[in-house]
């Protein structure tokens, strides 16, 4: 049963860790025998009680973070169809991630048919354009003015269109409290990352503590993972180096 569980644990793992991590499963299944062994003679080894007792607290951890991304999904479903699509006049057909059109949770917004999010130009970017406004050269021609005023024309359209844009989602963003569903989230995602670390930190010393550090890895990897892989990948190199170590042990005291 505890080799079922650490392996399916692993499947989440990147592969050159996965491989160390079972490479040291049968060793730890003969550690853990061992330990079965020990514990009818009355000296069983005691689990880490410091790593058993955060590993109580994953369940609560991954509920509340899920709790947090839920409500964002919920405000998000709420407000979709009160939140306005940014003026063409003040979109371009590319940009960068930075100033990319969004939803009110901050996701990146494709139009239909669309197959990116389109640009949008911030008041800061269109107050500028007016800023490098020149005057004409005196002897300038009436068609050159003629195309000026239309430039400024246009322009101060673009940016008056642009700051009643930016106030009406930013009022949207704040009576939805997308925000602070954000900021809950943000917190429940550091609590369950510092969580994993903590554990991931505990020495183990039994078969029960590489299962909670596998539960732990896979709690994290479900919830959290695809968004931030590095840290998964760091606690599963702890994680397989934890199952070595135990089966190390195990082959010193057999």
């Known amino acids: 049963m505890p080799n079922t569980s650490v392996r399916a644990a692993a499947e989440g793992l990147p592969a050159i860790n996965r491989r160390r991590m079972l490479l040291g499963l049968a060793a730890a299944s003969t550690a853990g025998a061992a330990i079965t062994a020990a514990s009818a003679a009355g000296c069983a080894p005691v689990e880490n009680l410091e790593l058993v007792r955060l590993g109580n607290q994953l369940p609560e951890a991954s509920t509340e973070y899920l709790a947090a991304l839920e409500e964002i999904e919920w405000i998000a479903a709420e407000w979709k169809h009160r939140w306005p699509l940014a003026p063409d006049e003040i979109t371009l057909a590319r940009g960068g991630y ?8 901050g996701r ?8 990116q999010a389109r640009c949008v130009r911030d008041v800061e970017n269109l107050t500028a354009i007016l800023g490098w406004d020149r005057p004409l050269r005196k002897n300038a021609s009436e068609a050159m003015r003629a195309r000026r005023a239309d430039w400024l024309v246009r322009r101060k359209h ?41 554990i991931m930190e505990q020495p183990g010393t039994t078969m029960e503590g590489m299962l909670i550090k596998a539960q732990a890895v896979t709690t994290f990897n479900k919830a959290i993972a695809r968004k931030y892989p590095f840290e998964a990948e760091l606690w599963a190199a702890q994680l397989a180096a934890s199952v070595l170590q135990l089966a190390s042990e195990g082959e010193t005291s057999a």
Do not use: M, N, Q
């Open 158 to 198: 673009e940016l008056k269109l642009g700051k009643a844009y930016h106030a009406k989602t930013a009022r949207l963003r704040k009576a939805s409290g997308i925000e602070l569903a954000k900021a809950r989230a943000a917190d429940a995602k550091k609590s369950l990352s510092d969580l994993v670390t903590a």
């Open 98 to 105: 930075t100033d990319a059109e969004r939803d009110i949770a």
């Open 108 to 115: 990146l917004l494709k139009r239909p048919g669309e197959e």
